[in-house]
C-alpha cells in the first residue's frame, strides 16, 4: 500500500521512503511555471506551535509558491459528496456505505483485500487528488504539490487513474527541512491569512472526524432522514481489518464505517512532526475556529463548485471527471 508498514516490515529492505524535496524544489523555483501547495489539513502545529496558517502560507510563498491551498476546502467538497452518496444508497436497515477517502491505506487494503466491499465505497477521489485537479484546471500548466504526514501519498499519486492531478508528494518532514535548507523561519513570517474550509473539512485529519463531518452535513441538507446515519471509526491496520471482518459477518453495528491506516488518524501519520495527540488538539481548536460549521454554509464551496460546473449539489452524484474515479 506504499504506507511506514510495508518499509518497517520489507526483510530485504527494498522498500524505501521516496524523497522528492529536492526534485520538487528545483520544479518550484525554477521550472519556469507557478508552483502551489496543497496542504493536508493536519498541518496544523507542524512548523511550530504558534505558527499561523496566515504565516506558514507566507513562508510557502518565501520558498517560491504561487499560493498555498488548504485540501480542507476540498474535505469540504468530499464531505458533500459522501453526504449525498449517503442519502442516494442507504435505503433500508441492512444498507451501509465505506468511507474514507482521504486515507489510500485504507482505500488500498479494500481494493486489494475486500473486493466485494468496493460497491459501498463511493467513487470519490480523495480530497489531495480533487485539489490537484481543480488547481490545474483553474490555473493551465501549473505545478502542484502535496504537503502532508503520510508516506502513502506518495504512491497514491502514482496510481494510474489520478497521475494528472499531483506533481510531487513532500512530507511535512521534507517541507520542514525545505524551510530550514532556504533560511525560512515560518514563525517569523508576516501573515497571509484566507478563510476557506469549514470545521468539517479542517477536521478530516484525525480518525473519526471525516464520520462527523459527513453526519453534520447531512443533518442539514436532510434533516429528519428516516434512516439516520449511525457511525462506527477505527484506525491502524489491524483494527481496520477487525472492523471491516465484523462488517462482513454482519456485526458491525452501524451503516457508516471509517477506517484510517495511521493510529489516531492523519495526525499520526508517519512523517507528522508533532506527537499524534498534540496534532489532534491542534486540528481541534483550528476546527473550532471556522467562520463555517459544515460545506453546505460554506460560500466558498458553493462557488468553486459553480466553477467547476456543479449548478446544484445533487450534480455531485454524477461521473465527474475532477472528483470521481474507478475502484
Not at 180 to 205: C, F, M, N, V
Not at 290 to 296: E, L
Amino acid at each position: 500500500m506504499g504506507c511506514e508498514m510495508c518499509i518497517e516490515a520489507c526483510r530485504a529492505h527494498k522498500l524505501s521512503a521516496g524523497k522528492d524535496a529536492v526534485a520538487a524544489l528545483r520544479s518550484v523555483r525554477w521550472g519556469g511555471k507557478p508552483a502551489y501547495a496543497l496542504v493536508a489539513p493536519a498541518f496544523l502545529g507542524q512548523f511550530g506551535d504558534n505558527v499561523s496558517p496566515g504565516q506558514l502560507r507566507a513562508a510557502l510563498k518565501r520558498a517560491g509558491f504561487a499560493g498555498m491551498i488548504e485540501v480542507a476546502l476540498f474535505a469540504d467538497i468530499l464531505t458533500l459528496k459522501e453526504a449525498l452518496e449517503f442519502d442516494a444508497h442507504v435505503l433500508s436497515e441492512s444498507d451501509f456505505q465505506l468511507t474514507s477517502c482521504c486515507c489510500p491505506q485504507w482505500i488500498a487494503m479494500i481494493r486489494k483485500s475486500y473486493r466485494d466491499l468496493v460497491p459501498r465505497v463511493p467513487p470519490a477521489v480523495s480530497p489531495m487528488v480533487a485539489a490537484g485537479r481543480v488547481v490545474k484546471r483553474l490555473y493551465p500548466g501549473a505545478v502542484t504539490v502535496f504537503v502532508g504526514p503520510c508516506l502513502a501519498k506518495k504512491s497514491e499519486a502514482r496510481d494510474a487513474d489520478i497521475a494528472d492531478a499531483v506533481d510531487y508528494v513532500l512530507t511535512f518532514q521534507e517541507m520542514k527541512d525545505v524551510f530550514s535548507i532556504l533560511g525560512i523561519d515560518p514563525g517569523s513570517a508576516e501573515t497571509d491569512d484566507r478563510e476557506h474550509a469549514s470545521r468539517s473539512g479542517r477536521t478530516y485529519a484525525y480518525s473519526g472526524g471525516v464520520s462527523a463531518a459527513v453526519s453534520a452535513t447531512l443533518d442539514r441538507i436532510r434533516p429528519g432522514r428516516t434512516i439516520p446515519l449511525q457511525s462506527r471509526s477505527t484506525s491502524g491496520v489491524a483494527e481496520c481489518k477487525a472492523m471491516v471482518a465484523e462488517v462482513l459477518a454482519g456485526k458491525g453495528g452501524a451503516n457508516f464505517y471509517e477506517g484510517m491506516g495511521c493510529v489516531g488518524g492523519c495526525v499520526g501519520g508517519p512523517r507528522a512532526i508533532v506527537p499524534r495527540e498534540d496534532g489532534r488538539r491542534n486540528v481541534e481548536r483550528y476546527g473550532d475556529k471556522s467562520i463555517h460549521r459544515t460545506p453546505i454554509d460554506n460560500p466558498y464551496v458553493i462557488e468553486l463548485l459553480g466553477q467547476l460546473g456543479f449548478d446544484t449539489i445533487e450534480k455531485l452524484l454524477e461521473a465527474s471527471e475532477i472528483l470521481t474515479r474507478t475502484l
